[in-house]
Every structure is written in C-alpha cells, then in structure tokens.
C-alpha cells in the first residue's frame, strides 16, 4: 500500500541562515490515518508542514505524497491535497458562495461540481444562512467553516490541518471534530497540528513530536500512552519535551 506521505533525510534552512530548521527528518504516515503532529513552539512543525504542502520548497532530501515526489508534480500534487491554515485564506469582501466558486475553479471543478459541492458543505457545516453574505461579517467560528469548506471543495486525498479550530467555542469546535472524522471514515487521511491536545487526543490515532527539527517519537498514541504511563497527551507532551518555556 501506498504511504500518504513518505519524508526520507529532509534537511531544510532558509537561505541566508545558519539555522537549520528540519535535520535528517524521516516521517511516514499512512494512508487513512488521523496523524497529530506536536511540538513546542520554534521546535519545526509549522515549518514542516509548510514543506509537506508545498508552500515552502526543499532542497536535500525527500517528499512524497501517494508516491508523488512534490517538488517534481506541482499540478498533481495541488488536486491530491487540501490545507485549512490557521490564518483565514480566503477573500473576506466575498460571500461563502463567491469564495467556493472562485477556489473552486482554482482548484479544476467544472460549474455543476462547483454548485454541487457548494451546496453540501454549506448545508453540512450550517452555513446556508448566510451563503449569500459577505465572510468579514462572519463570527470566528463561521470563518474557521469556511476555511474548512475551501479546503475540502475538491475532495482531496489527504487534508492538512493547521490549529482548526483556534479561537472557537466549544460547539463549533466539536462541530468541526464529527466532520473531520466523517471525513476520515471516507477515506481522507488527516495530518492535524494543534495545541488543543485535548483536542488532539480525542481526534488522532497515531501522533508524532517533533522538537529542534527532529522526529523524537512517533507510534500509536494508544502505544506511546503505554510505554510512557501516561494518563493523555497533554502528560505524554510535557514528559518529552520538559516544562520549561519555548517563547
């Protein structure tokens, strides 16, 4: 079987600096999972996960995604995956309907899927009422469903997620969590980073930590709860990575 993603010796700095961000980084995530990736703030994920969807590139080593290297199968690449970043990426004078139309064709969908597609996610995500009015009047919640909708508009193989559901009530989050999931039992793999880890556990059924740019553990959570007597994430995360401040 495929692997979702295969990371092989991935070293990454930005030009111009001595820092080097990722460092011998091998990850594999399997088709169908529900990965977490965790880390302290500065510890890498953020810029890993940019390099896994493409917006930022490497240069020494490798990226595959459903055995497409990414670098070398941008347009492939672009259909098989969707990012929900945690800023809002989508045009904030525009209505929920404008917005998918627009991403929509970005994204390759003839009119009739655009249509069809618009009008299931609004209706999922509870967002019909307000199809027509423009996002910058939206409540935080309803920006994050947008920001959902976009991303998963063209039905890709795999959704990366980045902090879903920050600054959210506790509805819209579980919400959110219940479709995630819906979507995963159809067969999306999810690569989620967040720090609900609360959350986290809840959704996630492998994770991995990463700090200084390398992958420290990475198993079933199940497992690593085990091995390393922890009661949750939260505990599993303070253990590995200490309690000192990262800021």
Request: proline share 2%; with cysteine; aromatic share 8%.
């Amino acid at each position: 079987m495929t692997d979702a993603v295969l990371i092989e010796n991935l070293d990454f700095s930005y030009k111009r600096s001595n820092i080097q961000l990722i460092s011998s980084l091998n990850l594999k995530i399997n088709k169908g999972d529900r990965f977490g990736l965790f880390g302290p703030n500065g510890a890498g994920k953020t810029t890993l996960m940019n390099l896994m969807t493409g917006l930022i590139t490497y240069t020494s080593g490798s990226i595959q995604l459903f055995g497409n290297e990414i670098k070398n199968n941008r347009n492939k690449i672009k259909k098989l995956l969707g990012f929900v970043p945690q800023d809002f990426s989508f045009y904030h004078e525009l209505s929920p309907v404008e917005n998918m139309e627009f991403f929509g064709a970005w994204a390759g969908l003839d009119k009739k899927r655009i249509k069809e597609k618009t009008d299931e996610l609004l209706s999922i995500l509870s967002l019909n009422h307000v199809r027509n009015t423009a996002v910058k009047n939206f409540s935080g919640g309803m920006k994050r469903r947008v920001n959902l909708a976009i991303a998963v508009m063209h039905e890709p193989e795999i959704l990366f997620l980045d902090e879903p559901t920050v600054g959210v009530d506790i509805q819209v989050r579980y919400a959110i969590m219940d479709y995630l999931k819906s979507l995963n039992k159809k067969g999306t793999t999810l690569v989620y980073t967040s720090h609900q880890l609360k959350e986290a556990e809840d959704l996630c059924n492998t994770v991995a930590m990463i700090d200084e740019g390398k992958i420290i553990i990475h198993d079933n959570l199940h497992n690593l709860l085990k091995d390393h007597q922890q009661n949750g994430l939260e505990g599993l995360y303070l253990n590995l990575t200490g309690r000192a401040y990262r800021d």
